[in-house]
């Protein structure tokens, strides 16, 4: 067996489910999807050869967690520089890719700090109370109350402002 998978090469239904979970909350965390999925990746690849199979979600989380923000910490201290000056830009210039809108989803959690957006995805897409938050997080109860209740009134404000209509300066 490797990495808990079963002799038929495909990964069992609960260690399925349990990495679309760890990736879903990596995504949050990162706001990138080739970001989450080297994430969760290097997450279940740590977990399974410390523990051989990778069953526990909040062990899980926590070693994203972690991960991420040592990445993130790096990533401040260690400047990356592009190897050659005369890099080639990826996106095309033509239109054919359209901006997100203003009200997209997207756009919206973006303006969230990254704790507030872990807390955000913990509560309402995974379900977890406050409480079950501050265990996997290693915060206090308190502080996740307060970044659920300020994440929740900083969408409501940007869905606001991008809902209202636009009105000219004098």
Not at 97 to 110: I, N, Q, R, T, W
Request: proline residues 4%; aromatic residues 8%; charged residues 30%.
């Amino acid at each position: 067996m490797w990495f808990g998978r079963t002799s038929d090469k495909k990964p069992a239904r609960d260690e399925e489910e349990l990495l679309q979970a760890g990736f879903r909350f990596a995504l949050s965390l990162t706001h990138h999807t080739h970001d989450a999925e080297d994430l969760t990746q290097q997450s279940w690849l740590n977990l399974a050869r410390r523990h051989g199979q990778v069953r526990d979600k909040s062990l899980l989380f926590r070693t994203i967690r972690n991960l991420f923000y040592d990445q993130y910490r790096r990533g401040k201290i260690v400047v990356f520089e592009p190897l050659e000056d005369d890099h080639v830009e990826l996106a095309a210039d033509d239109g054919s890719e359209s901006a997100p809108a203003k009200g997209d989803l997207d756009v919206l959690l973006a303006g969230l700090r990254v704790v507030e957006r872990e807390a955000l995805f913990l509560n309402c897409v995974e379900g977890y109370t406050a409480e079950e938050i501050a265990k996997l997080t290693g915060q206090p109860r308190g502080t996740v109350l307060s970044l659920l209740s300020r994440a929740k009134r900083k969408l409501r404000r940007t869905a606001a402002e991008d809902s209202s209509p636009q009105r000219p300066n004098p």
